[in-house]
């Protein structure tokens, strides 16, 4: 029988029948809408403010050294006065970049910007007696101002007491100054140091936009997402950032991790940066790792923590550019390891584009905020057999973790193939303690005590 | 932004939310298959255009918020494991009916839900919200030929899922 396209259509659209029959939206939709765009606010905040108090352990120190050699009694250059920093921030001293570089009217327009956010900054979000930076508009000076592939942008440079800042503005290609808008919470920044910002034309783009500013003559390169070949091999490549006098923009296809490896060289030398990243390039659900459930197919989700499984999997993909559709991150095992301590652990695995497999461990100690978790990554093994169908056997925090598609029980053998230690397998999991440093291989057996499987045991700490 | 903007933005947001929520929530439902993911696909559709609402045409916010709603909706397939977009729960309709009608429309969307989402999405908005190719291609951010190639390409698929014979490739490309 074949269906018309009039009559599929027809079904279709009687869908909507089906949506009409559901109760109203929540009435207080507006409200939880609110309080949740404020709750995820604070936590871009939070995160800025990490990055904030990283620059300002850069900035003390130079500011600390040039007090004490100020004066020509110390036989030094005299430094700028007052009207000019007490530092010599060389991105400052240069003249505006950019393809509006030249429209003075225009660089007057954005250096004339408020920096003080639209919406009020948490002031229980920043650092003990942080505040963000607010140069008087007479110190500041543009940077770098042109149109790049995800719209307008400027960097805009200014004195905050004795320490260099920076804010970036975005706004649409062909954007006014008074259109362009604040787009990252201003920060301070530091002597030498690059200045870099990701952006997009939307939180829906699949291309971001990478903007460096530098000084003319430095280079930079990126990390390109590891790639993981069937044989397990792992090629981590850097492409270049074209750079010219000093500015660098790159456009950057999805997949990209989401901490962007960037490499800026100045003679022969690695220099630090400082990098930012737009609202519109960074949608909220990517601020945060998204709750991505592992697939559970032994039914061991309740033997683990949950937040432990979420922070390793966002971090595992954004490592690697995969989506969880792609890799179908997966719980292989999972439960307590050591017999006094307490420990448990958790044994995942996810498939490569290549068909590799890759796997991690996570071991904790529940209940105890003051002791720390780890994550350690297995090497990548070659394509083969199903993830499911593979014995994969791990030592680590003085246990043993199993995953194996049959059998009941999994031996911890030493070299000579004595058994140092037995785990009951149940679903093809297992875990238990495993103190013994000279454990190297698995072997799994059957009800009928038959040996059914054998594998090395990948252990940590070695 | 100053106090008295602020709060006429507060309350166009407000208004907003109270007209047109259940008609997002609609789509959400047609998009998601499911109730609970439908209600957090549209809280995190509401609370993405909260962020932008200055910047929003207020004039009529709709189908801004609704294009929000369903590349979000495509991003949300991207993040979800396989296994669980195949067992998503059936739709839980507050007066369960048994009759033919309902027991055909749930096939249907049982054989959307198995649609790549932006192949998804073009049918629903097409069919169910009744929006022209042009206003299809507005709300997706892609060409009219695209559009048409993907209905084509997903009704062919929906054939195939509802039993006829013909086999269907499914790609995107919006």
Not at chain 1, 193 to 199: E, K, V
Not at chain 1, 311 to 328: K, N, P, V, W
Not at chain 2, 69 to 77: E, F, S
């Amino acid at each position: 029988v074949t269906i018309s396209d009039l009559e599929l259509e027809t079904r279709l659209r009687d869908l909507r029948a089906r949506a009409d029959d559901i109760p109203p939206a929540p009435a207080d939709l507006a409200r939880t809408t609110r309080e949740r765009y404020r709750a995820e606010r604070r936590r871009r905040i939070a995160l800025s403010a990490a990055g904030l108090v990283a620059a300002l352990v850069f900035v003390g120190l130079p500011v600390a050294v040039s007090g004490l050699a100020d004066g020509p009694a110390r036989g030094e250059t005299a430094r700028p006065s007052r009207s000019a920093p007490a530092v010599s921030p060389e991105l400052y001293d240069l003249a505006p970049r950019g393809s509006l570089a030249d429209d003075q009217e225009w660089l007057d327009g954005v250096r004339a910007l408020s920096w003080v956010p639209a919406e009020p900054v948490d002031p229980n979000a920043l650092p003990p007696g942080v505040l963000l930076p607010d140069p008087a508009a007479a110190s500041r000076r543009v940077a770098f101002a042109g149109d790049v592939p995800s719209g307008r942008i400027a960097l805009v440079l200014g004195m905050d007491g004795n320490s260099l800042a920076h804010a970036w503005f975005v706004g649409d290609r062909g954007a006014d100054p008074d259109e362009m808008v604040l787009a990252t919470l201003p920060s301070l920044s530091s002597t030498g140091q690059a200045l870099t910002l990701i952006d997009a034309p939307s939180p829906e783009s699949d291309v971001l936009t990478l903007v460096v500013v530098a000084l003319p003559g430095d280079t930079a390169t990126r990390a390109v997402v590891p790639v993981v070949f069937a044989s397990g091999e792992v090629s981590e490549e850097r492409v270049p950032i074209p750079m010219d006098d000093g500015i660098g923009v790159a456009e950057i296809e999805a997949p990209w991790p989401w901490i962007l490896d960037l490499w800026i060289d100045r003679a022969g030398a690695f220099i630090g940066s400082i990098g930012d990243r737009t609202d519109r390039a960074a949608p909220p659900d990517m601020h945060l790792w998204p709750e991505i459930p592992p697939a559970d197919p032994r039914g061991l989700v309740d033997r683990t923590q949950r937040d432990m499984a979420e922070m390793t999997i966002g971090t595992q993909l954004s490592r690697y550019g995969l989506t969880a559709e792609q890799a179908r991150p997966t719980l292989l095992a999972a439960g307590p390891l050591g017999t006094y301590v307490g420990t448990y652990g958790e044994l995942y695995g996810f498939t490569f584009p290549s068909g590799a497999i890759g796997g991690w461990v996570v071991s904790y100690t529940p209940g105890r905020v003051d002791a720390s978790s780890q994550q350690l990554d297995l090497r990548p093994m070659p394509a083969g057999a199903p993830l499911l169908d593979r014995v994969i056997a791990v030592q680590v925090s003085a246990g043993l973790l199993v995953s194996a598609p049959g059998g009941v029980t999994a031996e911890a053998l030493d070299r000579s193939g004595a058994v140092l230690t037995s785990v009951p397998l149940e679903r093809g999991a297992g875990s238990g303690p495993l103190n013994d440093p000279g454990a190297v291989t698995v072997r799994i057996r059957d009800a009928a005590g038959t040996v059914v499987a054998e594998a090395p045991i990948e252990r940590f700490g070695r | 932004v100053g106090g008295r903007d602020r709060a006429a933005a507060e309350a166009a947001f407000e208004a907003f939310v109270a007209a047109r929520s259940t008609d997002l929530l609609r789509t959400a439902v047609l998009l998601t298959r499911d109730r609970g993911h439908a209600e957090d696909l549209l809280q995190t559709t509401l609370v993405k255009a909260y962020r932008k609402w200055h910047r929003i045409d207020s004039a009529d916010p709709y189908p801004y918020v609704r294009r929000i709603l369903v590349t979000t909706a495509a991003g949300w397939r991207r993040l979800r494991a396989t296994q669980e977009i195949v067992s998503l729960p059936a739709h839980d309709l507050s007066a369960p009916d048994s009759t033919d009608a309902v027991a055909e429309r749930e096939r249907v969307a049982d054989a959307l839900a198995t649609l790549p989402p932006r192949m998804r999405a073009v049918l629903v908005l097409r069919y169910s919200e009744d929006l022209s190719e042009a206003a299809t291609a507005e709300a997706l951010g892609c060409s009219i030929a695209t559009v048409k190639t993907q209905t084509t390409r997903g009704l062919a698929r929906l054939r195939v899922l509802l039993g006829a014979s013909s086999p269907a490739v499914v790609l995107e490309e919006c």
